[in-house]
């Protein structure tokens, strides 16, 4: 225990309270006590406040109350508590920290804040949801803030290429002598954003609110806690929050009372400096609290070591880096060394099962030019056809491995790949080619990953590559009626032609007691996954998160409601939902994890239901934007009237279908309904509904209950016909 890191903790809290409460006076003076005052895109106002102190602030003068709590939590004399033997005084101010730092940071957006140039500043609901399948599934272990510059421009890129090698997201913050790593990467031409998992939020100490604020987040939105549990909250954070700091360099006194802050949420901190005193009682970590790492190349495996995170670094054998960190990464055109595809060329992908005597495994035969031969800057002509053999595997199977294609190959550094089948458009990066890349390395790609993802069901992988324009079109041609008999087989099935379900319990890690029930006709809310990924996902771990459920006898066909799905889903759920309904809003609907791609809501006024997609932030006719409804229906609750979808459960014949299905739809975001009028329209012809998209309401002609009715009336919308909705 280190009396001079408590003491500079204490300090720096000190420093951050009385600023607190300065600017918030000021504010008041200013623009009075009942100034609304919030963070912008979260539905929990002041996240840390909210969850910690259990305050919904909406009001300035609401404020005073935290300010006054945060000065309670500092001994007058930091002496005080340097005879401890433990944590306590630095934790206590490390709170302080954080609630006065949010107190801050609220009156400087009051004022009229923007983020800097290429910075988050305050990062939004809709930021943590989408992150969210990647932290459960575990492409996304952890992450990690970064405090300052590094000492060179090349550590810095070495620090964030270790951390994006292991799948780790990246905040960079606060700065020093007015540097910041943000430029050393610039400098350096890393490309940042949160597709390459390297996010820039500020270069004020104060921005880690906007990582911390992020975190709690998690464990009211995902672990089902409720605001003032801060106990569970911050046990939440510790056990299933794998996040660590990073500073380089001497720590002044306000990253010492930051780091203080993340410390009483279970995050170390690892500091390079030669001088940094350790602080290392254990409890929440290996090492937990302060650790001193002064190898650059070791610093990054010892906050691995010290958090626990629990990270998979894939061995393949191929000359530029491979990580889901690089998913997302742009290969601009003049950073291009050659593209495949969309306009420019030709370029389909197909996966198909093979008999195992037919195959030999690793096989990778490249046809045609490689990339050598091609004109920098030009365009190719590119089939890959993938040949699967295996005891298990299934024809069925084909297109569920196919589509990992798209994400195998994005993540190699410098290849750049998007769409599937005959739709694909891909780039290889002057850097990749450089590096030694060439088209056999994404047969090696293909088959190491195959094979490990999908060892269950995959005994052999072999793959061909082809740039011949020839064998190019002759592949499109042999894959069209694969394709075509997919889409009828998967269009064709029903929830009636099977006696199974399959549950998904991947989001359990932050919703303890939320169960999806995925069906043929009702995909898990996510979006990510349906039935047949169900079924895979079983073949290949049978004690996994997907698991078959005998639907069991009915007990109300019409609102999807079985004996067996009840029991499964009281089981899995540990004990906490009773019943469950498919095909109800209103009747025992299935809950909510967080991770939902849009929520759908009733209107009572119009006798109908409203659904709201996630990226849409404006108001809708209930008087409640997505946010404030997200943190209703999510945490794994199941709530009549409202329910988290996927977006293309509006388009299934068994949507909503026993409060009337798709008639009851009667407003949807102009951006929703565009993306997914072909199935919309499909859907309601079908029932005999002419014009009935038209007749759906979007922000362009209602966002209050009293604009959404004149509009459903002048367009005689059927759900004002049907029966009560309550």
């Not at 106002?45 to 909406?58: F, T, V, Y």
């Amino acid at each position: 225990m280190s009396r001079s890191v408590i003491s500079a903790v204490i300090r720096g809290a000190k420093g951050f309270v009385a600023e607190a409460q300065a600017q918030l006076q000021q504010a008041i003076a200013k623009h009075g006590p009942d100034q609304k005052v919030e963070f912008p895109g979260t539905a929990f106002q002041l996240p840390m406040i909210h969850a910690l102190m259990g305050l919904e602030i909406r009001k300035l003068g609401e404020l005073n109350a935290v300010v006054e709590h945060c000065r309670g939590l500092l001994p007058e004399d930091p002496a005080e508590r340097m005879w401890l033997p433990y944590l306590g005084g630095g934790i206590d101010s490390g709170i302080a920290t954080l609630l006065a730092t949010e107190i801050t940071c609220s009156v400087r957006y009051l004022n009229g804040f923007k983020p800097e140039e290429g910075c988050t500043g305050f990062i939004s609901d809709t930021i943590l949801r989408e992150l969210g399948i990647q932290l459960v599934d575990g492409r996304m272990p952890g992450f990690a803030a970064i405090l300052g510059p590094a000492p060179t421009e090349d550590i810095a890129v070495h620090t964030v290429r270790e951390l994006q090698k292991r799948s780790i997201l990246t905040f960079l913050m606060a700065g020093r002598d007015g540097k910041t790593m943000k430029q050393q990467l610039d400098a350096k031409g890393v490309e940042l954003g949160w597709d390459t998992y390297i996010v820039p939020v500020g270069s004020d100490t104060h921005c880690g609110i906007y990582i911390l604020d992020w975190a709690i987040r998690g464990a009211l939105t995902f672990g089902g806690h409720k605001k003032g549990d801060w106990r569970n909250c911050l046990k939440y954070c510790r056990e299933r929050v794998f996040a660590f700091g990073i500073t380089f360099g001497p720590i002044p006194d306000d990253w010492y009372a930051v780091g203080a802050g993340a410390i009483a949420m279970g995050f170390p901190v690892i500091s390079d400096h030669e001088s940094t005193p350790e602080v290392r009682p254990t409890g929440v970590t290996t090492y937990e609290a302060l650790v001193r790492q002064t190898d650059h190349s070791q610093l990054v495996p010892t906050c691995i070591q010290v958090r626990g995170v629990k990270v998979k670094v894939e061995k393949i054998d191929i000359p530029v880096s491979y990580s889901p960190a690089f998913e997302g990464e742009r290969v601009r055109r003049e950073d291009m060394h050659v593209q495949f595809g969309g306009k420019y060329s030709s370029s389909i992908e197909l996966l198909e099962m093979a008999d195992a005597d037919k195959i030999i495994d690793g096989a990778i035969e490249v046809r045609g030019k490689d990339i050598d031969g091609a004109k920098e800057g030009g365009a190719m002509d590119l089939g890959v056809h993938v040949q699967v053999a295996g005891r298990k595997m299934k024809k069925d199977f084909e297109g569920i491995l196919e589509r990992q294609i798209h994400r195998y190959c994005n993540e190699a550094m410098g290849f750049m790949h998007t769409g599937q089948r005959d739709q694909v458009w891909s780039r290889i990066s002057k850097a990749a080619f450089a590096a030694g890349f060439h088209l056999k390395h994404v047969g090696v790609i293909l088959h190491a990953k195959l094979h490990d993802e999908y060892g269950g069901i995959v005994d052999k992988v072999s793959v061909t590559v082809t740039t011949d324009p020839a064998e190019v079109k002759a592949l499109v041609e042999r894959s069209r009626p694969v394709f075509n008999a997919r889409d009828e087989r998967v269009a064709g099935m029903t929830d009636e032609s099977v006696d199974t379900f399959y549950s998904c319990t991947l989001c359990q890690s932050f919703a303890p007691n939320h169960v999806c029930m995925i069906t043929p006709e009702r995909l898990g809310l996510c979006g990510a996954y349906n039935w047949l990924d169900g079924q895979a996902s079983y073949e290949i771990n049978p004690t996994g998160p997907n698991q078959p459920i005998a639907k069991g006898a009915a007990i109300d066909a019409r609102a999807g409601e079985f004996e067996g799905v009840n029991k499964a889903v009281f089981d899995m759920s540990n004990r906490n939902v009773e019943r469950f309904a498919a095909y109800s809003l209103m009747q025992n609907p299935m809950t909510s994890c967080g991770c939902f791609e849009c929520i759908v809501a009733m209107v009572p006024e119009a006798n109908g239901v409203m659904t709201v997609n996630r990226e849409y932030g404006g108001e809708t006719p209930i008087g409640m934007p997505f946010s404030t409804l997200a943190g209703s229906v999510g945490g794994g609750l199941q709530t009549p009237g409202f329910l988290g979808v996927g977006r293309l459960y509006l388009s299934s014949r068994k949507f909503i279908s026993a409060e009337g299905g798709l008639p009851r739809l009667v407003w949807l975001p102009k951006e929703l309904k565009e993306a997914i009028r072909e199935k919309l329209t499909r859907r309601a012809e079908e029932l005999g509904l002419k014009d009935f998209v038209d007749k759906i309401a979007d922000e362009t002609v209602a966002t209050s209950s009293e604009q959404l009715l004149e509009f459903l009336t002048k367009v005689d919308h059927p759900a004002l016909k049907m029966d009560p909705l309550i």
